[in-house]
C-alpha cells in the first residue's frame, strides 16, 4: 500500500489542481487576466506571479511523464524539492509582497537557485563533477540548496502543528455536518448550480488536499535537501576532498545568512525616532543638510513600508495567536515560537513602528518643503504599480502628469468685441485606462477676466450638456466630492487665488475592455461617446493680445500629436497645453457702466500711471527649503524695492522649524549675505511669526516673498491681526492655490498676487489714487447715486460679466464675514453667471444632485471649503506578514468570487 502512496501524492494534487484552472479557464476567468495584461490593467510583475502559479504545476507533470525511469522517490524529491517551494513562493509573491526589497530580492533568488540546482541533479541521470574548478563551483549552489531547504523547513514547521490542529478540527466538523443531514435541504440548488458548483467542490478538494502537503512539507524538504548536499559532496570529494568542501560549505553558508541578515538593516527607523525626538529641527539643521540624500531616502522607505516590508516587526504576532487558539499552547511557548518566525523574518519585516508612514510623511514635509507624494512621485507610483493598488477616484498628487486621459480634441473660439473678447474653450477626453478617472487642472487668467460659463456632457448637441449653476464654494465642493464617491457626472469650477482657478471633472469613462473578440462594455449596452467638457470666458483685451489660461498644474489628463487642436475653426499647433504668443487685435481701455444690484454701481477701467507716492512696506523673507533654489530672483525683488527713493521697507527674515526670525532695515540688507533655507513654512506661519517682530509699527503693505508656497493650512492663524494690504510675490511660478484663509485675508486686505515687486508697487500707488489693478489697467469702483445717469450694458455683453466681476471683487475688500455680507456678492455672481472668490460653477446632471447642492446651500458652512492637498491614502496589505492558513483560503475564494462576477457579466451580455 505504500508504494502508492508516493503517486497518490504528486498525481493527485496535480490532477486536482489541473482540474481547478481548467474550470478557471473554461469561464473565462484567465483569459480575461491576460487581456488586462495587454491591456495594462493589472501590474506586469502581479501577473508575472499569476503565471507561474499555473505553469508551475503543468512544468512538473510535464517533467514527471517525460522521466523514462520514473520512480516514487522521484515524484517525491520532483513533488516536494522543486514544485511546492516554487509554488508557494509564487503565491507570496503574488498576494503578499509587494516591491521587493534587498532581503525579499535576495530570497527570491535563492529559491530559485535553490530549485532550480535541485532540479538538475534530480532530472540528469549523468549528473557528474569532473575536476577540482567544478567541484569548487558547485559547492556554492549546493549550499545556498542546503541553507534554503533547511531555513523553509524549519519556516513551514512552524505553522505546521497548527494547520494540523485546524484540518482535524475542520474533518471533524464536516463529518459532524455530513451527518446532520441539513445540506440536503440545499441540495438541488447545489445541483442546479452546474459548473460552479463543480468549481467550490474542487476548491475545497484542493485546500484539504493542499493542508496535507503543508504538513508534510518540511520533512520531506528537510531530508532531501540535506540528501542533494550529501550526494553533491560525495561527487566532489575525489576532487578537493570532504574537508575541503565542508569548509567551503560553511563559509559560503555563513556569507549567504551574514548577507541575508544584513538585508535586515534598517536605518529608517531610526531616522525617525532622531528626527521625531527633537524639539525644533532647526537645532539640528547642518546636520540634516548634510545628510540631506540619506534623510530623504529614509524618510521615504518609511513612508512605503507597508510596499517594501511584510508587516512591522512588533504586529508580527499571527503564529503565536495560531498555537494559542488551536494548539491551546502557554503564551510564553507560542511568545517563543513567535520569536523564532520574527528571527527568520527578520529582513522582511520592519523595524519601525506602524504609524511611521505618516510620521515620514509629515517630517518629509516639515524639512524639504513639499509633500512627499509630490517630491517623490516617481518612487511612490513604483511602489504601487508592484501590487494590486489602483488609484482613488480623486486625481491625487501622484496623479501629476499622468498620462491617463488624452485630450484628443481642443476647440478655441474666440469673439472679439471693441476693447473685449469672449473666449470658449471646448475639450474632448479619451480614457486610456480600464478605470474611470477624473481630470483636474490648476490655470491662471487675469485678475479682470471673468468665468461665464461651464458644461459637461457626451455627444456633438451641446443642447444635451449639462449646464452649470453658480452656488456658495463651500457647497458647490462638498457636492461635488460627495457626487465623485457615488461616481456620478459632475464639474466644478472655482477660483483658489487672485488669479488661479481650479477646474475638476468626473468620471471620463473608462476605456472598453475586449474579451473573446467583443467589447464587454457593448455586451452590457453601447459605449457612450467621450466626454465633453467646455467653459467660457469674458477678458479685456491688453495691447495685441487675448489672454488665454495659463497652465499651472494638471492631474491625469495629457495631450499628444494624436490631438486635434482648432483656433476659431482653423487648425492650430501648440506644444503646451493651449497656443501661446499674441490673439486678437490691440485696443485701447474703455469705460464701463454698471447698475445691475439695486443700490447700482459704477465699475470704470482706464489705463493707469503709477506715480512715486512714498510707501512703508513690510518685506517679508520665506527661508523654507524650496527658496533655496529661487536666490537669484530673491535678490532681484529685493533690489527692485531698494532702487526705489520713495520706497522705506522692514526686511523680516522668517525662519523655520524653530529657526530664529529677526527684522532689519531693508536699505541695510547685503546681497552678499547669506540665509540659511531650511524646512517649511506656510503663509500663516510667516504672517504669525511677522506679528511678533512687528510691534506697534504700521505699514502700508505686507509683501511676502516666497515660491509657489506649500498649500497648508493652519487654523490657529489670527487673520484679524492683520491690518495692511497683503501681498504675495511669488519668486518663480505663482502658487497652485491658496488656503481659503489666505485668500480671503488678500481679498479682505486690499492686496494681491505678483511676480514681480514692480507690480507690488504699481499696486498700491494705483489703491491710494482710489483704484484696483488688474494687469496693464485699473478699475474705479463706485456706488451710484440714486436717479444718476448710467449706461447699461446688454445682459449679452461681455461688458456685463467683466464689470459685475470687479463690483465683486471691491465688495469682497469691504466685506465682513458675516453670511449677509457673503450672500450680498454671492448675489451679484449669480445675477451675472460669475466665478468669484466666494462662489463657484458646479455642473449638475440629475434631480438629486440639485436637491442636495439647494440644501447645502442654506447651511451655515455654505461659504466654507475643506483644503485639498492632494495627498492620496495608500491601501496597506489585506493579509498579515506572513499569511495564516485561513488567509490563503480567503485568496482562493477571492479568486472564486471573481468567477462568479464574470458569470453573472456574461449572462447580463447574453440577456
Known amino acids: 500500500m505504500t508504494r502508492f502512496i508516493p503517486g497518490l501524492i504528486f498525481w493527485g494534487w496535480n490532477f486536482i489542481f489541473l482540474l481547478f484552472i481548467g474550470l478557471f479557464l473554461f469561464t473565462g476567468i484567465v483569459p480575461l487576466i491576460f487581456m488586462a495584461l495587454v491591456q495594462s490593467a493589472v501590474p506586469v510583475s502581479i501577473v508575472i506571479s499569476l503565471i507561474l502559479v499555473l505553469v508551475i504545476p503543468i512544468i512538473a507533470v510535464v517533467l514527471a511523464v517525460r522521466r523514462k525511469n520514473r520512480t516514487n522517490a522521484y515524484l517525491l524529491r520532483l513533488f516536494f524539492g522543486v514544485e511546492t517551494p516554487l509554488f508557494i513562493a509564487a503565491l507570496i509573491r503574488l498576494f503578499v509582497l509587494r516591491q521587493l526589497n534587498w532581503g525579499t530580492g535576495l530570497l527570491l533568488v535563492s529559491i530559485l537557485l535553490a530549485c532550480g540546482y535541485f532540479l538538475w541533479t534530480l532530472y540528469d541521470d549523468r549528473f557528474k563533477i569532473r575536476g577540482r574548478f567544478p567541484a569548487l563551483l558547485h559547492a556554492a549552489p549546493a549550499t545556498i540548496t542546503l541553507v534554503f531547504g533547511a531555513g523553509a523547513a524549519l519556516f513551514l514547521a512552524i505553522y505546521a502543528p497548527p494547520v494540523a490542529a485546524m484540518l482535524l478540527e475542520g474533518v471533524w466538523n464536516f463529518i459532524v455536518a455530513f451527518f446532520s443531514f441539513e445540506w440536503l435541504a440545499n441540495i438541488g440548488d447545489f445541483l442546479r448550480s452546474g459548473l460552479f458548483g463543480a468549481l467550490f467542490v474542487v476548491f475545497f478538494l484542493l485546500f484539504f488536499v493542499s493542508s496535507l502537503v503543508f504538513i508534510v512539507a518540511p520533512f520531506f524538504m528537510t531530508l532531501y535537501y540535506s540528501q542533494a548536499w550529501r550526494n553533491v559532496m560525495g561527487l566532489a570529494a575525489p576532487h578537493i576532498g570532504k574537508v575541503t568542501f565542508v569548509v567551503l560549505s560553511l563559509a559560503i553558508g555563513g556569507a549567504w545568512i551574514s548577507a541575508y541578515a544584513k538585508s535586515g538593516r534598517q536605518q529608517e527607523a531610526q531616522t525617525i525616532v532622531w528626527l521625531d525626538e527633537q524639539s525644533e529641527l532647526a537645532d539640528v539643521r547642518d546636520e540634516i543638510a548634510a545628510r540631506r540624500d540619506e534623510i530623504r531616502r529614509d524618510l521615504l522607505n518609511a513612508y512605503l513600508y507597508r510596499y517594501r516590508y511584510l508587516q512591522t516587526r512588533e504586529n508580527t504576532n499571527g503564529v503565536a495567536r495560531l498555537y494559542i487558539r488551536q494548539l491551546g499552547a502557554p503564551v510564553p511557548a507560542a511568545d517563543a515560537v513567535q520569536s523564532l518566525n520574527r528571527l527568520i523574518l527578520s529582513p522582511l519585516l520592519y523595524e519601525g513602528d506602524q504609524h511611521d508612514d505618516r510620521t515620514a510623511g509629515r517630517l518629509y514635509q516639515q524639512i524639504f518643503d513639499a509633500p512627499l507624494q509630490k517630491a517623490e512621485r516617481a518612487a511612490v507610483t513604483r511602489a504601487l504599480q508592484a501590487t494590486w493598488n489602483r488609484d482613488e477616484v480623486q486625481a491625487g498628487l501622484l496623479d501629476i502628469d499622468a498620462r491617463t486621459v488624452l485630450i484628443s480634441e481642443q476647440h478655441i473660439n474666440i469673439e472679439e468685441f471693441a476693447s473685449q473678447a469672449s473666449v470658449e474653450i471646448e475639450e474632448i477626453y479619451e480614457n486610456q485606462t480600464h478605470e474611470q478617472q477624473e481630470i483636474y487642472y490648476y490655470f491662471s487668467l487675469p485678475e479682470d477676466a471673468a468665468i461665464t460659463g461651464l458644461w459637461l456632457g457626451f455627444g456633438p448637441d451641446r443642447s444635451k450638456h449639462d449646464k452649470f449653476v453658480v ?93 486635434v487642436r482648432t483656433l476659431n475653426g482653423a487648425s492650430a499647433d501648440a506644444r503646451s497645453w493651449l497656443p501661446s504668443g499674441p490673439l486678437g487685435e490691440g485696443s485701447e481701455a474703455s469705460a464701463v457702466l454698471i447698475s445691475s444690484l439695486p443700490e447700482g454701481f459704477t465699475a470704470r477701467r482706464s489705463a493707469f500711471t503709477p506715480d512715486a507716492t512714498p510707501l512703508n512696506l513690510a518685506v517679508l523673507v520665506d527661508t523654507s527649503w524650496s527658496m533655496s533654489d529661487h536666490g537669484e530672483a530673491l535678490e532681484k525683488a529685493i533690489n527692485q524695492l531698494k532702487s526705489d527713493p520713495s520706497v522705506a521697507a522692514e526686511m523680516f527674515v522668517i525662519g523655520a522649524n524653530g529657526a530664529a526670525s529677526f527684522a532689519t532695515p531693508l536699505s541695510s540688507y547685503d546681497p552678499d549675505q547669506s540665509l540659511a533655507f531650511f524646512g517649511a513654512l506656510s503663509p500663516q506661519q510667516m504672517l504669525a511669526e511677522f506679528e511678533k517682530l512687528r510691534g506697534n509699527e504700521d505699514y502700508d503693505a505686507i509683501l511676502v516673498l516666497t515660491d509657489e508656497t506649500a498649500y497648508l493650512t493652519d487654523s490657529a492663524f489670527d487673520a484679524d491681526a492683520v491690518n495692511a494690504p497683503l501681498w504675495f510675490v511669488h519668486t518663480g511660478s505663482l502658487a497652485f492655490a491658496y488656503d481659503d484663509v489666505v485668500l480671503d485675508l488678500i481679498y479682505r486686505s486690499g492686496g494681491g498676487v505678483a511676480q514681480t515687486a514692480d507690480e507690488v508697487l504699481r499696486g498700491m500707488r494705483a489703491r491710494a489714487a482710489g483704484l484696483r489693478i488688474a494687469g496693464n489697467d485699473a478699475w474705479k469702483v463706485e456706488r451710484v447715486e440714486e436717479n444718476a445717469a ?80 492632494g495627498e492620496e491614502t495608500l491601501t496597506a496589505p489585506t493579509v498579515s506578514g506572513v499569511p495564516e492558513p485561513h488567509e490563503w483560503m480567503l485568496m482562493l475564494a477571492a479568486a472564486l468570487m471573481l468567477a462568479l462576477l464574470w458569470r453573472r457579466r456574461r449572462e447580463m451580455g447574453l440577456s
Open 790 to 869: 448710467v449706461i447699461v450694458p446688454s445682459e449679452k455683453s461681455p461688458l456685463a460679466a467683466i464689470a459685475a466681476r470687479q463690483v465683486a471683487l471691491s465688495m469682497t475688500q469691504d466685506a465682513k464675514t458675516d453670511l449677509e455680507s457673503l450672500d450680498a456678492i454671492h448675489a451679484l455672481a449669480v445675477a451675472h453667471d460669475i466665478v468669484t472668490p466666494w462662489s463657484s460653477m458646479i455642473v449638475l446632471v440629475n434631480d438629486r444632485q440639485r436637491e442636495a447642492l439647494e440644501e447645502a446651500s442654506k447651511n451655515a458652512d455654505r461659504f466654507d471649503r475643506e483644503a485639498n492637498t
Open 471 to 563: 452656488a456658495p464654494r463651500g457647497a458647490a465642493q462638498q457636492v461635488y466630492e460627495a457626487e465623485v464617491q457615488r461616481r456620478v457626472d459632475p464639474a466644478l469650477l472655482e477660483q483658489v487665488g487672485p488669479r488661479q482657478y481650479r477646474l475638476r471633472a468626473f468620471p471620463v469613462p473608462a476605456k472598453a475592455t475586449a474579451v473573446r473578440g467583443r467589447r464587454v462594455d457593448e455586451a452590457l449596452g453601447d459605449q457612450p461617446e467621450p466626454l465633453r467638457m467646455r467653459f467660457t470666458y469674458d477678458v479685456p483685451k491688453t495691447g495685441d493680445a487675448i489672454a488665454l489660461p495659463v497652465l499651472l498644474e494638471k492631474r491625469n489628463v495629457f495631450w499628444s500629436k494624436k490631438t
